[in-house]
């Protein structure tokens, strides 16, 4: 983050969501930057991860997974909708926490073995 | 008093248990985390890259899978699932060294114990938020 910015301005920027068009601050409210829209969990591929650097691929990245890390928090799993980049990034206290618990329940509504027998564990 | 001067050791001697180009054992891998020999050949799919026991994987890969162009080798991590629309699991990895990212999808024979684990890992960790109110 440069110094020349004031930080009156950098409270104030804002993006569009690339999916749903919502004007997205982009510091949430406890102050940390955001990279993807609190309402929809879309994010879009400014960033190359595998070379560094910024990305020219510019489309939106969809939500896929929940990772969650050694201290419990949550982190949220982005897939590029065009070139499959994969990233992650902390989520933030306004996300949209329907999205969120139907990200972490998709995998166990369909189990690609039968749970039955893991009842008897 | 005689200086003692650090000897130096002898480099270690080269594996051969890589798979690598040189074509040393190209059938199997050993798992870097349990050290689980394992057979290339998988049921269900054609693009193991981790062990079936811990789900750990290796670092060696670059943009594409398979193009062995990635000098990081680094552990990779396990740290999540996700369900493709066709119902697929994809388990997605992370590097311990570098911190990128990649999915694969599982094997048919795949500890279905450490994937279930791995799955139920974000509700069984206190959700970040009341959940109550989500539903």
């Given amino acids: 983050m440069s110094n020349d910015i004031p930080s009156s301005v950098l409270r104030t920027t804002a993006f569009p969501c690339v999916r749903c068009g919502l004007t997205v601050a982009a510091f949430a409210p406890d102050g940390r930057r955001?990279?993807?829209?609190?309402?929809?969990?879309y994010s879009q591929h400014v960033r190359d991860q595998v070379e560094g650097g910024p990305s020219e691929c510019r489309s939106g990245m969809s939500p896929i997974a929940i990772a969650v890390l050694r201290n419990g928090d949550w982190e949220l799993i982005h897939n590029c909708t065009r070139c499959g980049e994969l990233t992650s990034n902390p989520i933030c206290g306004d996300d949209n926490q329907f999205i969120l618990m139907r990200m972490a329940v998709r995998p166990l509504a369909q189990p690609p073995f039968p749970l039955e027998t893991f009842g008897d564990l | 008093m005689p200086r003692r001067k650090p000897q130096r050791r002898r480099p270690q001697r080269r594996k051969d248990v890589l798979h690598g180009p040189g074509g040393e054992r190209g059938d199997a891998f050993r798992c870097t985390s349990c050290r689980l020999?394992?057979?290339l050949t998988a049921p269900g799919t054609a693009h193991r890259n981790h062990c079936p026991h811990?789900?750990?994987?290796?670092h060696v890969d670059g943009r594409i899978p398979g193009d062995r162009r990635e000098t990081c080798r680094g552990r990779m991590a396990a740290v999540g699932v996700t369900a493709r629309h066709d119902g697929e699991w994809l388990l997605i990895h992370h590097c311990l060294a570098c911190g990128k990212l990649s999915a694969n999808r599982i094997a048919g024979d795949d500890n279905a114990l450490a994937l279930l684990r791995l799955a139920m890992r974000p509700l069984?960790?206190?959700?970040?938020?009341?959940?109550q109110l989500a539903l």
């Fill in chain 2, 54 to 58: 811990c789900l750990t994987s290796l």
């Fill in chain 1, 34 to 41: 955001r990279n993807h829209c609190p309402r929809c969990l």
């Fill in chain 2, 37 to 39: 020999d394992v057979p």
């Fill in chain 2, 124 to 131: 069984a960790a206190y959700p970040p938020f009341n959940a």
